[in-house]
């Protein structure tokens, strides 16, 4: 290294830079507009928390922050001192005794310590910091629900937003939903649900109604009854089990960033301070909207996004429901789950990953 790293204070610096405190898999969907069953990510990987360590630092600050750590980097030890050099950018980032330092061009080469690597833990590693149930019903009815054995899907927001698919086994229909629910204490109602019947090849669902009572353990499990008009429902009741991710925390500053996988021309990049998201779901087909976080205390955001170009799976506009998804070894991805908003109703699930180095 050009020089010593002092870790002396604890500051902020650069924006991971700004807050103190605190590649493909086969387990998960890939892009496409629903026209056969869906797999929910397994629970499997969640066994085990992962341990934060140097290399899930260094490519948190490699995704989040391309415009410091981007392009190839050489790695070293210098005294102690572990980093990562990036020559197109001319950033060092680097750890010793559990202490972050940055130094280049954005710090006018002067090193900058940024704090200590124990307190960005729940920003680096999401999946390891759970919160507790929150009190207001609706937040705690938030979150990812999946039938393991149908391979139905339900999103919930903090503000009671829905989206839902619920295939045949057979494959040859489909059932998609919106809404919005009304929580009490452990069940919800909903009125005049958006909900319609798709059969393979079909441009758009038969539209149809419904209303919904349900249940819910937080944190557990939920059970719904559909009374549905204008169609015959794939099913009138569905159980389905909490993703145990739901739980984690939810920022801009989690999920924003880089995306990539350069073999399939996937880029995405989420600004954030504005939550912009703009980029490409593969050659031909280009994504741009914007990303809220209806409630800090729940992983579930909120997604408008459009989708254009001729190879697109669905043409325009469309309400997503996302999760960010950490499996705790080398898959972290955006989850997106919606429905499109024209006069054909459809349902569009898309999975951007993090292009990252083993982590």
Not at 242 to 265: E, N, R
Request: glycine fraction near 12%; charge should be neutral; include cysteine.
């Amino acid at each position: 290294m050009r020089r010593v790293w002092g870790l002396a204070g604890l500051a902020c610096a650069m924006a991971f830079l700004v807050s103190c405190g605190g590649g493909a898999s086969a387990s998960l969907p890939t892009s496409e507009v629903v026209a056969a069953p869906l797999r929910a990510p397994a629970k499997s990987p969640l066994a085990a928390a992962r341990a934060l360590d140097n290399t899930a630092v260094f490519t948190y600050a490699q995704w989040h922050y391309p415009q410091l750590f981007s392009g190839g980097y050489a790695t070293g030890v210098w005294q102690g001192y572990s980093y990562r050099y990036y020559p197109s950018t001319g950033h060092y980032l680097g750890i010793a005794n559990g202490q972050i330092a940055l130094m280049g061009p954005g710090t006018n080469n002067a090193v900058v310590p940024v704090g200590a690597m124990a307190s960005f833990e729940c920003q680096v590693l999401p999946a390891n910091c759970p919160v507790a149930t929150p009190a207001d019903p609706a937040v705690a009815l938030s979150g990812f629900y999946f039938d393991p054995l149908a391979y139905g899907v339900m999103m919930i927001a903090a503000d009671g937003t829905f989206v839902g698919y619920n295939p045949k086994v057979d494959g040859t229909r489909s059932d998609v939903f919106r809404g919005t629910a009304q929580a009490q204490p452990g069940s919800w109602t909903a009125s005049n649900v958006t909900f319609g019947s798709i059969t393979p090849g079909a441009t758009g669902a038969a539209r149809g109604t419904a209303n919904i009572t349900a249940t819910f353990s937080a944190g557990t499990s939920l059970t719904a009854t559909f009374n549905v008009t204008g169609v015959t429902p794939v099913a009138t009741r569905l159980a389905m089990d909490f993703y145990p991710q739901s739980s984690s925390a939810a920022s801009l500053q989690t999920v924003s960033g880089g995306y990539a996988t350069p073999s399939g021309g996937q880029t995405l990049t989420i600004d954030p301070a504005s939550g912009a998201m703009s980029g490409s779901l593969f050659t031909g087909c280009t994504f741009s909207g914007s990303i809220s976080v209806p409630h800090p205390d729940r992983n579930v955001y909120k997604v408008q996004g459009t989708l254009t170009g001729s190879a697109c799976p669905s043409q325009g506009p469309a309400d997503y429901l996302a999760q960010y998804y950490d499996n705790g070894v080398e898959n972290q991805a955006l989850l997106l789950y919606g429905t499109t908003t024209g006069a054909d109703l459809n349902f569009v699930y898309l999975t951007f990953f993090r292009n990252g180095d083993g982590v």
